[in-house]
């Protein structure tokens, strides 16, 4: 089978206008792919970015999949959180980045969004009280299932990420990069 190795790593959250960032990533896969070893998905430790409207994780990313055939090829999920003095956490942004198809160091930006407030009220509690709207299912940021339901906005926030992509076998099963 065809192996693909993933090493990076998730670098920080930039120009959010929270404080004390995390994110949750998960790896997105199709039915053909197999996880070998590693993590698929994961949370970051928080930081604050008070200053510097950076928040710096550098959270390790490992992880090797083998594979039949490049359908479902893999996506990285991002969901950015922040949290408060009470330990009350919620989603100020979600984004998605498929992995690039050649082998190689890649320093890459993930854009976010945020689900709009639906109502006036909605808009004041995000505001004031703390606490954006979450999703129920989370496969809607990743698949174009039912994304068209939602009402979102961007958000001025980024996310980096470093990754190594390496390739085996794929020549094998007639895949050129």
């Not at 009470?86 to 100020?92: E, R, S």
């Not at 407030?117 to 990743?142: M, Q, T």
Request: net charge neutral; with cysteine.
């Amino acid at each position: 089978m065809a192996e693909l190795h993933i090493i990076g790593q998730i670098l920080d959250a930039r120009d959010f206008e929270e404080e004390n960032l995390l994110c949750k990533w998960s790896f997105q896969i199709g039915s053909t792919w197999k996880v070998i070893e590693g993590l698929a998905e994961g949370q970051t430790a928080t930081d604050s970015n008070r200053v510097e409207k950076c928040s710096v994780f550098s959270h390790p990313l490992d992880l090797h999949l083998s594979t039949r055939g490049i359908q479902g090829w893999p996506k990285l999920h991002v969901e950015i959180w922040t949290a408060n003095a009470l330990k009350q956490c919620w989603p100020v942004g979600f984004g998605v980045l498929n992995v690039p198809t050649h082998p190689g160091i890649h320093n890459l930006t993930i854009p976010t969004w945020r689900i709009a407030p639906s109502n006036i009220w909605d808009a004041l509690r995000e505001k004031f009280h703390g606490g954006g709207v979450a999703l129920a299912r989370k496969e809607l940021v990743y698949s174009q299932s039912d994304r068209y339901k939602l009402s979102t906005t961007s958000t001025a926030g980024s996310v980096g990420v470093e990754l190594m992509l390496i390739f085996k076998n794929f020549k094998k099963f007639g895949v050129e990069f």
